[in-house]
């Protein structure tokens, strides 16, 4: 398959103007999934295990197929780049999905995640396979070690935060509770900043334009529910500890 160049220039610039969008519109309101889903609303709703499930499945299932399309590969620093993303979206539809405690989301949440997650994977995909040119020590490069390392390590702090999440309620318990241990000692939002440093580290690591407009619609997306979930425990608990941040440790 040929490099679509223009389709993947429209593709990051609509994720980095769509992000900020999506950014400026989530300081005013919150987007109605999870704890602020409101289950008595009218409207379909998908059950969290299945939605996350449907969802996230494109962007594994997408770059899978255009790699089997794919006649070579060429190059170690290119083979780890694709799976790598892939490794993410495996863990997200095959473990986290199964995994979730969550609330159902309405069906138009699950439609809109399901485009996003289409997209990205092709964009992200056919950018690693077809279009990035990497020289053939790429993978010793101090920028791709660099964003390696922190590829992995913001995947460990978004798994063990999901874990602590997941296991802080017993069944039948709906209550919400404060989250400790792990990088919620720093902030509330420990999952979302371990995704930050995730998309970060794997834009650093493949040095290109979709990565980076990846990242930067990551950061959009969930930084500002990262903050609507520590202004949430401020209010909810008058023992929250105060030394927390949001998103940034000791920052933000």
Known sequence: MLCQENTIHYCNWTFLVGGVLYFLRQMTTHTPYG???????????????????????????IPVLLFLTTESLPGIG?????????????????VYS???????SPLHIVVYAVIFCSVNGFLQGHQVLHCAHYHSDWHRDTRFITGLLMFFTGMAINIHSDY????????????????????????SGANFFGEIVEWCGYAVASWSFPAFSFA?????????RAYHHHRYYLEKFKDYPKSRKAVIPFLL
């Open 164 to 187: 602590i999440l997941r296991n802080l309620r017993k069944p039948g318990d709906v209550s919400y509770k404060i989250p400790r241990g792990g990088m919620f000692e720093l902030v």
């Open 78 to 94: 290119r083979h780890l780049l694709f799976w790598i993303f892939c490794f993410h979206y495996f863990q997200r539809t095959f």
């Open 98 to 104: 199964l995994l979730t405690k969550g609330r159902p």
């Open 35 to 61: 704890r602020y889903v409101d289950t008595k609303s009218p409207g379909i709703m998908v059950p969290a295990k299945t939605a996350w499930f449907i969802q996230e499945l494109p962007s594994f299932l």
């Open 216 to 224: 930067i619609f990551t950061i959009c997306s969930i930084g500002p």
